[in-house]
């Protein structure tokens, strides 16, 4: 069996960022040998910083399917575009007329106020390599045009659990697969994916078990059972969803 997971609102606590309440079922997958894999819309930063918490050590995937990096944060296999691009982009996209507030605009201090992470943490989230984070300020109408203009451009625009991310034609769930080929090839069990939000529909899709987090703000995914694979909705948030559905896997495979 391999695990790809999402991090925010689906390991860690959408408020807290701990993992605390998945522990023991972390530490069960450890000792069945289950690798465990970081499938997020965090960065390379981020992820170094948080395997060692979570007392992985295992490939991970970063800012929404954009890279595959090793372990040890070096190789790196790029699926994404690089940020450069994203920002003279969206530069563009104002001077359109459509308004929203990205990650260069935040800087450390709004991120902190926008996500609740501490200075460190927001610091490690503003070194992005391959995504922006936008907080829209228009009206929905303009929303939805911002969206396909981006899309006009080569781009595209992913709903996360806090932001709008600008970002080049990727996506976890062909991520996923690539890192499977590249480093799981001899696992023959099932891949399980977990996520809470609508941009981990594409990986959840391509797992054979997929378990939709249920969401803080009471959002469901739609998402249901197939011929090839298996949905599961949990009752409860956040890592402790997590774990509920981790649990119910490892006692029917």
Known sequence: MLVVTDLDGTLLDHHTYSHAPATAALAELARRNIPVV???SKTRTELVQLLPALQLNTPFIVENGSAVYQADGEACQVLGVK????LETLDEARRQGFEFRSYRDLRLDGVMAQTGLDRAAAKASLDREFTEPLVWRGTPERRREFISWIQAQGLQCLEGGRFLHAMGRCDKGVAMQKLRESYYPDI???VVALGDSENDLAMLKRADI??????????RLRLESGPNNTVLHTLACGPEGWAEAISDILQTN
Not at 83 to 86: A, I, K
């Open 38 to 40: 970081l499938n997020t």
């Open 83 to 86: 940020r450069p691009v994203l």
């Open 188 to 190: 023959e069990g099932p």
């Open 210 to 219: 997929a378990v939709c987090i249920r969401s803080t703000s009471g959002r």
